[in-house]
């Protein structure tokens, strides 16, 4: 008989004792539970930095060893340093065999303070980011525009499609289509449109246009109707018999025919 494994509720948490040892991230990040406390925490990191932090960031190619200098009572310098968390600070051991960091009293640690002072104001070295990295950070809390949040929807959303789009499926203007009197009457998201749909039926042999009731759907077809008779090809519309009054009209030399100029097949 096959033994079966006991099903245990697991709770991805790290205790908040050991978060607190982490200074700067931690590989266990992306599994805590969610407070909802990111935005009040990136405003008041935000407000820190404005009052007590700079970044430079290094714009040559030149190689850095990493040392920090602390300036209180006495100057300390601690050397080498690879990153600002404990294990890197020395205060804990991490995955390595072993992590050596010096620390160096004055006289010794004078020569470091003076290599940093004369590093932090070259210029041409090191550039001042603090501004982008506040800027970044104050995204998280900032509240932004529906407009806004709508276009980086949509553009997570088709931004695979967006990189797919080459001059073989683009619509050829050549063809005079943008001239016509039905084009010149869309507004441009129509115009947006019509093109979105010649360029899924070229690359995918169909194409589905979903606009809400009222935002002219039948006008941006038309479009798309002109563009291909602009390229001698034939086009097939199927629709309810109770619209097809309403197609025949586009399709005739009636008063009452907008795009009769157009002259549609």
């Not at 070295?125 to 982008?132: G, R």
């Not at 970044?136 to 525009?145: A, D, G, L, Q």
Request: proline share 3%; hydrophobic share 35%.
């Amino acid at each position: 008989m096959a033994e079966k494994a006991k099903k245990e509720k697991r709770e991805f948490y790290i205790p908040r004792i050991n978060r607190e040892r982490n200074l700067y991230g931690s590989e266990f990040e992306v599994k805590l539970r969610n407070e909802l406390s990111q935005k009040a925490i990136a405003k008041e990191c935000a407000d820190w930095i404005r009052q007590k932090a700079r970044f430079k960031s290094n714009v040559t190619n030149e190689a850095m060893s990493g040392f920090m200098n602390i300036q209180a009572n006495t100057d300390n310098t601690y050397f080498p340093m690879n990153g600002f968390t404990t294990v890197d600070l020395g205060c804990e051991k991490g995955n390595n065999i072993y992590n050596i960091v010096n620390k160096f009293d004055a006289p010794f640690s004078t020569e470091y303070i003076k290599i940093f002072n004369a590093l932090w104001n070259d210029k041409e070295k090191l550039n001042d980011i603090t501004e982008q990295i506040i800027e970044n950070i104050s995204t998280v809390y900032r509240e932004n525009s529906p407009d806004f949040i709508y276009f980086v929807t949509l553009y997570n959303i088709f931004n695979e499609f967006l990189e797919d789009i080459s001059e073989d499926v683009l619509p050829n203007e050549q063809t005079g289509f943008k001239s016509s009197v039905i084009w010149n009457k869309l507004y441009n998201f129509q115009q947006d449109a019509a093109l979105a749909i010649i360029n899924k039926l070229e690359k995918y042999n169909g194409c589905i246009l979903a606009d809400s009731v009222g935002l002219g759907k039948t006008f941006t077809a038309l479009a798309v109707i002109k563009y291909y008779e602009n390229r001698n090809r034939s086009v097939l519309v199927l629709c309810p018999k109770k619209l097809s009054d309403n197609w025949v009209t586009f399709r005739s030399n009636l008063l009452n025919n907008p795009i009769a100029k157009d002259r549609l097949r």
